[in-house]
C-alpha cells in the first residue's frame, strides 16, 4: 500500500514511470498534510493559559483534523485502485459484440469511480479549509502561518482532485451525470480560492 511507504519512498514510487501514484494520490496525500497542519495548531493551543476559553473548541478541531487525516489517507491508495480498475477495464476482451459491451460498461462504471473519488476528496478538503480558518482565528498566533500553509495545501488538494474528476469525465457518456459533476466542481474551485484568499489577506494584514 501507498501509505505504508516512508515518504522518500512515495516519493521516489511517484517520480518513477508507473502511473500510479499520481496527481489524485498527490492530492489526497495534500489534504491529509493540511490536516495534520490543522491538528497541530490545535495541539499547540490546547493547555494554553492564554487560550484556555478555546480549549473546548481546540479539542473539537484536533478530533475532526484527525478524522479528516484518516480518510484522506485511505483516498491516496483508493485513488490509485480506481485507476488500476479503469485500466483493467480496458484490457477486458472486446472480440464479439458482447465483449465489446460488457467491456464499454465497465470501462463507463470503473471510470465514474475514478471520478467519484477525487470528487470526494474535493468536497472534504474544501470542507476541512473552513476548519483551517477557525483555528486560524481562535488558535495560538505563535502558529498562523502553519495555519496559512495548511490552507494553502488544502487549496491545492482541492484544485487538484478537481483536475482529476474533470480529466474522468471527458470519457464518460452520461451526459447528465457530467453536467451535475462539472457544476459541483466548479462550485468547490470557487469556493476553495476564495477561502484561501480570505485567511492569506486577513494574515497579511498582521505582517
Do not use: W
Request: charged share 30%; with cysteine; aromatic share 4%.
Amino acid at each position: 500500500m501507498l501509505v505504508d511507504l516512508t515518504v522518500k519512498g512515495f516519493l521516489d514510487k511517484t517520480a518513477g514511470s508507473d502511473p500510479v501514484p499520481g496527481g489524485g494520490s498527490v492530492a489526497a496525500l495534500s489534504a491529509a498534510i493540511a490536516s495534520a497542519l490543522t491538528e497541530m495548531v490545535a495541539n499547540l493551543t490546547i493547555g494554553r493559559k492564554k487560550y484556555e476559553d478555546k480549549e473546548t473548541l481546540m479539542k473539537d478541531i484536533a478530533a475532526a483534523a484527525a478524522n479528516y487525516q484518516k480518510g484522506f489517507i485511505n483516498d491516496i491508495d483508493a485513488d490509485s485502485d480506481a485507476y488500476n480498475k479503469v485500466f483493467d477495464a480496458f484490457k477486458l476482451p472486446k472480440e464479439t459484440d458482447e465483449e465489446k459491451a460488457v467491456r464499454s460498461q465497465q470501462i463507463q462504471d470503473a471510470t465514474k469511480i475514478a471520478a467519484e473519488i477525487p470528487l470526494e476528496v474535493a468536497r472534504k478538503a474544501c470542507a476541512l479549509m473552513d476548519i483551517i480558518a477557525q483555528v486560524a482565528a481562535d488558535g495560538n498566533q505563535n502558529a498562523i502561518t502553519d495555519a496559512c500553509v495548511g490552507i494553502m495545501t488544502a487549496r491545492t488538494a482541492v484544485l487538484g482532485a478537481i483536475l482529476n474528476v474533470r480529466i474522468n469525465l471527458t470519457s464518460i457518456k452520461d451526459e447528465e451525470y457530467v453536467k451535475r459533476l462539472t457544476e459541483e466542481v466548479e462550485r468547490l474551485e470557487s469556493e476553495a480560492i476564495a477561502k484561501e484568499q480570505r485567511l492569506i489577506t486577513e494574515v497579511k494584514k498582521i505582517f
